[in-house]
């Protein structure tokens, strides 16, 4: 299994405050994604990275935020919680590769949900 | 907006039989197609990689590409109850960052 930890898996917030999830891995892959997944949506990204401090929006970016200040964590951040935000979240990473071609693997999950 | 549709399912079969699940995509460049597997709760796992037109095979598992039809299909062998899940088709193209989901077709093997 690729070595990726999200955190924290469940969390129940409070619409108004800032939430920050964390993902975590220990392949040194260059790309990390964040995405969100709600029925009848599919897998939506809201920002992914492609290197230490170069990150980039998706389609769903409104109302998010990411960091990446070192290659083994990328942090998204819910800068005041709705609760259209209430979803699951999916962190991904994706090794460089020589052609770019590889693909996505994918963390546990973290279970989000806004009041 | 590149997309990558599926049929949403529920595509139901019984045990033993042959699954065949479908993909098309929209963008010409795509150049790396992928299925990945989703148990109910549980996060993507990637079943299988192709690249090149034709069919690859992965145990009981047949990936098949036709870029000319910008079609992509997984065909499951000897369906299993533990094939019951939701299988995403993913696109990447030549270059970029991305990967392009469709939104998955349920399974469900009948015992």
């Known amino acids: 299994d690729a070595g990726i930890t999200q955190s924290p898996r469940h969390k129940v917030t409070e619409t108004g405050t800032p939430v920050t999830l964390r993902c975590h891995q220990t392949?040194?892959?260059?790309?990390m994604y964040w995405y969100r997944q709600d029925p009848g949506h599919g897998l939506r990204l809201i920002h992914y990275?492609?290197?230490?401090?170069?990150?980039d929006k998706g389609e769903v970016s409104d109302g998010y935020s990411v960091s990446r200040s070192k290659t083994e964590d990328f942090l998204l951040t819910l800068e005041s919680a709705t609760s259209s935000q209430t979803s699951v979240y999916f962190c991904?990473?994706?090794?460089?590769?020589?052609?770019?071609?590889?693909?996505?693997?994918f963390g546990d999950g973290t279970r989000l949900s806004i009041l | 907006q590149k997309e990558v549709e599926q049929n949403s399912g529920p595509l139901s079969v019984p045990e033993g039989a042959i699954a065949s699940l479908n993909c098309t995509y929209s963008?010409?460049?795509?150049?790396?197609f992928f299925w990945y597997r989703q148990y109910s709760g549980k996060s993507p796992e990637l079943i299988m990689s192709i690249y090149s037109n034709g069919d690859k095979e992965d145990g009981r598992f047949t990936a098949q590409l036709n870029k000319a039809s910008q079609y992509v299909s997984l065909l499951i062998r000897d369906s299993q109850p533990s094939d019951s899940a939701t299988y995403l088709c993913a696109v990447k193209g030549a270059g970029g960052f991305k990967t392009i989901f469709g939104a998955g077709t349920r399974l469900f093997v009948k015992a």
């Open positions: 392949e040194n892959h260059r790309y």
């Open positions: 991904a990473i994706r090794d460089g590769g020589t052609e770019g071609n590889q693909p996505q693997h």
């Open positions: 963008d010409r460049g795509s150049q790396s």
């Open positions: 990275s492609y290197g230490v401090k170069d990150t």
